[in-house]
């Protein structure tokens, strides 16, 4: 799982897009316009969620939170099959989550639903166990 992020947003933080640990990190592209480009489709659309005047700090953790679920997900229950790219478009009343390759894509073998399921989702979770008496 890699967070999209611009060559100019990399410099802007003191360090090199080549930088291997920052390329693990993050899919990086030219500029916000070849980003956009790639990212912001209909077909890579996750979800719109409320954000009424998030403050960057209320942005950071949103987006480290989804992207510690997708970086479990890619990782855990697909066992590095995957690498996603996340895309976050913030407005003063919501956030559009991008995410590429889009999930359930049955064209491309890697992001397509496993064998014996319908779905490229992770099962919801067990219920928990009974509290102890």
């Known amino acids: 799982m890699r967070r999209s992020t611009t060559v100019g947003a990399i410099k802007k933080r003191g360090k090199d897009p080549n930088d ?23 077909e890579n659309e996750w979800g ?8 960057d700090q209320q942005k950071n953790e949103f987006e480290f939170y989804f992207c510690g679920w997708l970086q ?11 690498d996603h790219t996340l895309y976050f478009k913030w407005s003063n009343t919501d956030v559009v989550v991008y995410i590429s390759p889009a999930p359930g894509n049955s064209l491309n073998p890697i992001t ?5 399921s319908s779905t490229s989702d992770p ?3 067990s219920a928990p166990p009974p509290p102890y008496p």
Do not use: H
Not at 27 to 33: A, C, I, L
Not at 49 to 54: G, I, S
Not at 75 to 81: L, V
Not at 112 to 116: I, K, L, S
């Open 20 to 42: 291997p640990s920052i390329r693990k990190a993050y899919k990086v592209f030219k500029d916000q316009q070849e980003l956009e480009k790639q990212l912001e489709v209909s």
């Open 48 to 55: 719109t969620y409320e954000a009424y005047n998030f403050n």
């Open 72 to 82: 479990y997900y890619d990782e855990i229950s697909r066992n590095g099959g995957i």
């Open 112 to 116: 397509a639903p496993p064998a014996t």
């Open 123 to 125: 099962k919801a979770p």
